[in-house]
């Protein structure tokens, strides 16, 4: 499949205009690789949409949920870099939810992300992944453009954990309970893939979410080899 491993951190985040030329030195040059440097992180991306609200999109795959609550990742959260910590200060709208892979089709990555956060009740969750698997992704990936599609539901407990990188990150957060990510390989397949996302009457599935947000690929890079 398309993605690595079983696990995923998926972080949205708006940057004060200030701070734009701090953040792209620290993310790129410091934080992606001392994450990365972690055992169990496989890949890490960040992409940017020029009119998505939050403003950029980062995604961490991981090996399994244990990487991602295991002591080594929480060791990093709870003694962030002196960078780590003036960068976060200026984050706004952020949106982090430490997540398992509930559905996934596909085998490519491609340069454009769609996502849509959902909000579901796990008694409704049933409905949401049968119309997802059944109907919506098999729909979705017709088209010669969209190269995969992955549903992933969040550890609520793990996303909420009050680490000292959260206390210093500036405003509040959300946790998305449910994320769809659209992979796509031309801009005209991300706007028609956020398209039908959009039309659909999430309502039917007990589900409620946000405008899907299209972003474009700026980094990855790969965990070290073991």
Not at 19 to 31: I, L, Q, S, V
Not at 45 to 64: D, F, H, I, K, N
Not at 115 to 129: F, N, P
Not at 206 to 223: D, F, K, P, V, W
Request: net charge negative.
């Amino acid at each position: 499949m398309s993605l690595l491993g079983s696990a995923v951190v998926l972080i949205w985040n708006d940057v004060d205009e200030t701070a734009r030329t701090d953040f792209y030195e620290w993310h790129n040059k410091e934080h992606i690789p001392e994450r990365l440097s972690l055992d169990g992180f496989l890949r890490g991306r960040r992409y940017r949409g020029a009119s998505a609200a939050p403003e950029w999109l980062t995604v961490y795959e991981a090996a399994g949920l244990d990487t991602l609550t295991g002591p080594a990742y929480l060791e990093r959260l709870n003694n962030p870099t002196p960078a780590t910590q003036a960068n976060v200060k200026h984050f706004r709208n952020t949106a982090r939810s430490i997540c398992q892979i509930e559905h996934t089709r596909g085998e490519s990555t491609g340069a454009y992300a769609i996502t849509l956060q959902l909000r579901v009740e796990e008694e409704s969750a049933a409905r949401l992944i049968g119309f997802v698997s059944e109907d919506l992704f098999p729909r979705i990936l017709q088209r010669p453009d969209v190269v995969a599609a992955h549903l992933f539901v969040a550890d609520t407990d793990a996303s909420n954990v009050k680490t000292t990188e959260a206390q210093h990150r500036g405003g509040v957060f959300a946790v998305p309970s449910r994320v769809l990510l659209i992979e796509c390989t031309t801009e005209h397949g991300a706007s028609e893939a956020a398209r039908v996302l959009n039309a659909v009457d999430w309502t039917q599935c007990a589900a409620a979410g946000e405008s899907a947000q299209a972003y474009t690929l700026e980094i990855s890079r790969l965990g070290k080899a073991r």
